[in-house]
């Protein structure tokens, strides 16, 4: 079996890549997960030679047997994470070894094979390198999207015996159409995102399929994101249905719904996190209900809300829609401590300010 230091990756990069007049043209407003790079690195994993054949290759479609697990029990998980152009030219990852270990516990639960942490930085690394001219300029950034699925080809229920890892990569823009300021949510009273003993806290394609109906209802209600509340009792906000979430108080102070089993451990929820205590603020990890949430928005003790995450980065919560009626956060459009943590994350991110945390690795 291949060990992880004698993991070699072979480079057959695009016999025809995409002209660069037509990479402008595309790079130019991306929006969100439409365009693509040239490449993608892969690797499989079977049970009798671990992690081999490591690829950095021209993007292109799968081959898949019709029987490959992934299609019929849903073995699958992925990752989010994003390359930025910083000011002196140079290219960087944001806390990319957060990525990797979070990827590693998702294999865990999904009963998956577990890949090195070196082994998937490389591929991000390797693929950031040879894709680079494909970064947006401005505020852009190159999305970085590692998965894993179970391609054995075998209609049993156990785990499979062959799996694939892959990147891709897709320049972006802001992840809400028009980079809207603050965005509305639909509060779901009919569906749970995750249940305590269930994979709420892993990032498979699972959690995302069952949060869908809860996000097509969220739109027909003319709101932009979905938001959960726990399975148990059907009260305390959980997280979106793509990110984390934030809540402002008067007095300064932060809350956030504590991890658990049932929520995404973001990075960026995890970065939030530190800066805001990093400012002096009180900063709660604890249950927050939707009645509280509505009776302090009302009151005016809850000043501002925002959703955070990779794609996402931190956007404002102006409003909240939901079958006991609506309420609007502050002035519905955002406000200074959502805008100023926000500028912090993005300012280090980018290389604009000091990373003092060690967050940001140079790649290029
Ligand atoms: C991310 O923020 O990276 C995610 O995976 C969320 C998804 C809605 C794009």
Known sequence: MTTEQELSFSRRPHAAPVAASERASRIADPGFGRVFTDHMVTIRWTLDRGWCDAEVRAREPFQLDPASAVLHYAQEI???????????????????????????????????????????????????????????????????????FANEAFLGVRPASEYVFAVIASPVGAYFKGGKKAVSVWLSKDYSRAAPGGTGAAKCGGNYAASLIAQAEAIRQGCDQVVFVDAAERRWVEELGGMNIFFVFDDGSLLTPPLGGTILPGVIRDSVLTLARREGRIVREERYSAEQWRADAASGKLREAFACGTAAVVTSIGEVRSADGDFTIGNGDGGPVTDSLKAKLVGIQRGDIADNEGWVRKVI
Do not use: T
């Open 78 to 148: 992925f990752e989010g994470l994003k390359a930025y152009r910083m000011k002196d030219g140079g290219v960087a990852l944001f806390r990319p070894e957060r990525n990797a270990r979070r990827f590693q516990a998702s294999a865990e639960r999904l009963a998956m094979p577990v890949l090195p942490e070196s082994v998937f930085l490389r591929a991000i690394i390797e693929l950031v390198q040879i894709d680079a001219d494909w970064i947006p300029g401005g505020e852009g950034s190159l999305y970085l999207r590692p998965f894993m």
